[in-house]
């Protein structure tokens, strides 16, 4: 009923201290390990690990390490950036170096730098998978809601094990798969972001010395608060809002988007 768990943070509009005193919240909690966003500026990239590492040391014990690119980069724009942290720092994982799919391009960028590669939480199903598994192209496996629910999230991690692969869960509403990687013996540790979710739900769950310890509710332990969701009530989801059906904006890193039009556009944050 322990789960190791590592601070996730949506930290890129913060400013240096703002993202300091994020994650030495968690350090005070007794989490050293956590996940930073990358890929916009690789100098500013740099600096911004450094608080990181610097947050989650300051309660004591060794920082552990991991970013996050968000298939931002090309596999060899991936190479080169990891390169450059790595002479400085030492890196659990990076996630999403490259396309979900691109087996050739994660592959590649595993081959090439220390740090593990990380990828999945964009697939669906077992089949999505296997060609990450059958070709050596995901160090950790990452699993969560999107991976068709409990009952699919469970199957890949039991296909990842057969490949001795370790899985990492996905942050979800309340920790809904906390109870899910419990009970995987190849389980590494489970994201948790702090988004807010305590304001509508009701969680059977608890931090100490840096595990999520879960509760006796029956279930996932998550219940509504109907009077406040109708709070967060809107009419209409702006598809902005989406998640996106490719995981990469227009340009990525790639090539120059012209400075009169918007790098944002429905369906491609």
């Known amino acids: 009923r322990n789960v190791r768990v590592y601070a996730s943070g949506i930290e ?25 966003k990358v890929g916009l500026d690789r100098q500013a990239d740099m ?56 087996w050739r391009g994660l592959k590649q960028v595993s081959r090439a730098v220390t740090a593990a590669v990380a990828t999945g939480e964009n697939l669906k199903s077992v089949r999505d998978f296997l060609p990450l598994l059958e070709h050596d192209a995901a160090d950790v496996v990452q699993v969560g809601l999107n991976t068709s629910g409990i009952t699919g999230a469970r199957q890949v991690a039991e296909v990842a094990a057969a490949f001795e692969r370790p ?15 419990a009970a995987l013996p190849n389980h590494q540790m489970l994201e948790l972001a702090n988004m807010g979710w305590e ?33 967060f009530q809107v009419e209409q989801i702006s598809d902005s809002a989406r998640p996106s059906p490719t995981g990469r904006r227009r340009g990525a890193g790639l090539y120059p988007v012209p400075p009169n039009e918007s790098r944002e556009q429905p369906g491609m944050e």
Not at 167 to 181: D, I, S
Request: no cysteine; proline share 5%; net charge negative.
């Open 12 to 36: 890129l509009p913060l400013s240096d201290e703002d993202m300091h005193a994020f994650y030495a919240g968690f350090a005070r909690q007794g989490i050293t390990r956590g996940k930073l």
């Open 47 to 102: 600096r911004r690990i450094g608080v990181m590492r610097d947050a989650l040391g300051s309660a004591g014990g060794a920082p552990e390490l991991m970013i996050d690119a968000n298939e931002y980069w090309s596999p060899k724009q991936a190479i080169a950036a990891l390169r450059f942290f790595e002479r400085r720092y030492d890196l659990v994982w990076v996630e999403e170096p490259a396309r979900r799919w691109d």
């Open 167 to 181: 899985v990492a869960m996905m942050n979800g509403p309340g920790n809904v798969m906390a109870h899910l990687a």
């Open 199 to 231: 304001q509508v739900l009701d969680i059977d769950q608890r931090l100490e010395d840096g595990w999520l310890v879960l509760g006796d509710a029956p279930g996932h332990g998550l219940e509504f608060k109907p009077e406040a969701l109708e709070k």
